[in-house]
């Protein structure tokens, strides 16, 4: 077996050469750490997206983008196509844990203070993917077209239109008119399987371009140690199959929650129907949306929906820009603050998103 | 015989001296009765006349001054003729006024007006100024009697053809309601009621029975006495009288029997308006029983195809020659309670057996009986798919087409149910065998195949887990070894 298999690299790389690249990538190093498991989320974020885009393109063999014929479409997989089921059903929970597994590395990026100098592009362009996964679930919500993806993306749309000055002209824009139509499937569907995919890809392929070029982020008190007392292991291949082994397990995981939980249908949306009660937007919006009913009608002169909307745009720029603001990581230093700061974030949507849940 | 000779002279004289004192106070109808003409002719015999009315209480004027000018001076409220409204505003003085009619003696409603503003006739005729109908276009204006006096255009026998002058007057009728029709006095005059009303009974009913008189309301109107969902209480006020009705010797259980019935049950208590009423059967202005043989086709005005299909079916023939009363015969008249599968077969509450049985007319029992078999073949395979369904669904199967598909099945049923009334096993094997029994089986291998897919997702999974859980500890081990070589290496 061994022997059939380097046979099988050196008949490769006679023809493309790849020993040069298996090199490079072998005198790549992960520190190991105490948290170094928080480095898997990375690779699995890209897994997830892998099976999304896999997932993604057998579903559009034969979803149909229309009012009149979406939510007929996914009965059909559902029901009449071979394992359509499974794949539909993997999408939809693949994209759970895309999410959640984007917000795991996010934070633990943010926590080990990795968007320090020089890696202040790579923060961003993973922030920006951060954003692009929130309207690839919300864009990917309302394919379905049924009662609550309907009425999710009315009041998701509504609370877009709140913004001050941008607000109306984008609910416009998201809805493709005034209200949530046929158009707006288009439009959203046109954005989940073209526009979001490309920026996507493109965004993706930098942000992995750049690791690779910078290597991986070595914490604040491995930084101060001497070369020889660090601990580390190649990418390639010891890093490299260990995401391997999570992938998998992730992947069964997938296929657990799939056949156990598939993803429900409901009934077809009715645009001239009452909403159904307790309409609620996907988990990872739920603490947004939970925030903003607390918010007084009023606060001074200031509408309060307006006002938690500018709030939490103030907060996600302030987290954008977190590795140009946080000088004393860049410095090497310890900052306590940027800690605080991250774990009154992540309790602030944990509470939040329970509330929301169980109102 | 002597004293009643004496007694009717007594009150002759006495009249004849009532009549002389009250026309010699009232100088209106001294003279115009001299003059003659049909006014003072007609008021001879008025009520108000006799009352002591004087043509002054109407028209206005001094009834005291035998001078022409003087007692028709306007300046003491001369009117002449009241026109339009001006009519019923001179009736209403006294009519709507209780301490006015008691103080002649009388104890009459004294809401005529108000019911007449309400009602249909009350509203604004073609002149745009007064009201259609005034008091004496029913009434009659000089010659008015009591509504008991035969001579009365409302007596009940004058009553269809008071109103007739105009409900049968197409140009008249034209300029307030066009699409109304306008025989129903002709159709009347066929009724029952008509034929018994023109023989000189006046109890019967005739328009203002059912209609009302004063306030007669649209029958569009919920308020209408013959709106629907109020006929038939409106009929029963003298078909469930049984000392009204004692005279004709007909049932008087009609309404107890209808409103118990599926009919009266949809019309009464859950206001359906496409039930019937007694005037969906009967006819309303020529109400009359349906006879024998035109049964299926009044019940066919509504259950068309069961109609179509009792009529080329052996049993019309059958029927018609032993004078049954088609439908009536199976499912009773005005009790007709909702009709299930028992009717059907050889059961002891099956109606078939009624002349089908094993010995007499053994075919017709077989076929009784085969139907009702099949009938409840369909059912019992119904609910097997139904049952199976829920199961799949229960398990999160998509399983929205099968029960799509289960409605056609129900749809078999009830056509089935229809198609008993061709009496006909061979139409009756197409709908149940060819269309609801393949449908049901369709549904119960899909329904099956749902569930049985349900299990292979699990064992797949459990596969698939079995496989990855492999890799997972191969690919683990692969690692250990790999990394165990690349130490000793070091």
Redo the contacts between chains.
Sequence with gaps: MKNLLQKFYKWVDERVEVKGLVEYMGKKYVPVHRNSIWYYFGGVSLFLFIIQVVTGILLLFYYKGSSDLAFESV?FI??KVQFG??VRSIHAWSANLFILSIFIHMFSVYFEKSYRYPREMTWVTGFIMFLLALFFGFSGYLLPWNELSFFATRVGSDIAGAVPIIGPPLKTFIRGGEDVTGATLSRLFGFHVALLPGIFTIILGIHLILIQRQGISEPLHMEKKKEKEKKKMPFF??FM??D??LW??V??IL??LA?YF?AE?GHKADPFSSAPAGIKPEWYFLFMFQTLKYFPGHVLFIEGEVLGILLFGAAGLLWLLVPFWDRKSARGEHNRLINYLGIFAVMFIIILTILGWVS | MKNLLTVLIILTLCSVTYGMQASSKDQCYNCHAQLGGEPAELFKYDIHHKVGLSCSDCHGGNRNSDDMEASMDKKRGFIGVPKGDGITEVCIKCHASEEKMAAYGFKIPTNQFELLKASVHGGLSTNGKDRIVQCITCHGAHGIVKVTNQRSPVYPLNVPKTCSKCHSNSVFMRNYNPGLPIDQYDKYRTSVHGILNSKGDPKPAECASCHGSHGIKSTKDLNSSVYPVNLPSTCSKCHSDKKYMAKYKIPTDQYEKYSKSVHGIALLKKKDLGAPACNSCHGNHAATPPGISSISKVCGTCHALNAELFASSPHKKAFDEKHYPECETCHSNHLIITTTDKLLGTSKDAVCTKCHTQEKLPKGYLAAKDMRNMIDSLKSAQMFASKLIDEAEQKGMEIEDEKFHLRDAHQAVLEARTAVHSFDRKKFDEIVVKKGLSVTTEVIKDARASIDDYYFRRKGLGAALIITILLVIGLYLFIRNYEKEQKNNL
């Design positions: 009965k559902m029901s089921w499974l291949p010891n199959l260990r391997l082994l998998l397990i992947l069964n296929a657990i056949v598939p249908l």
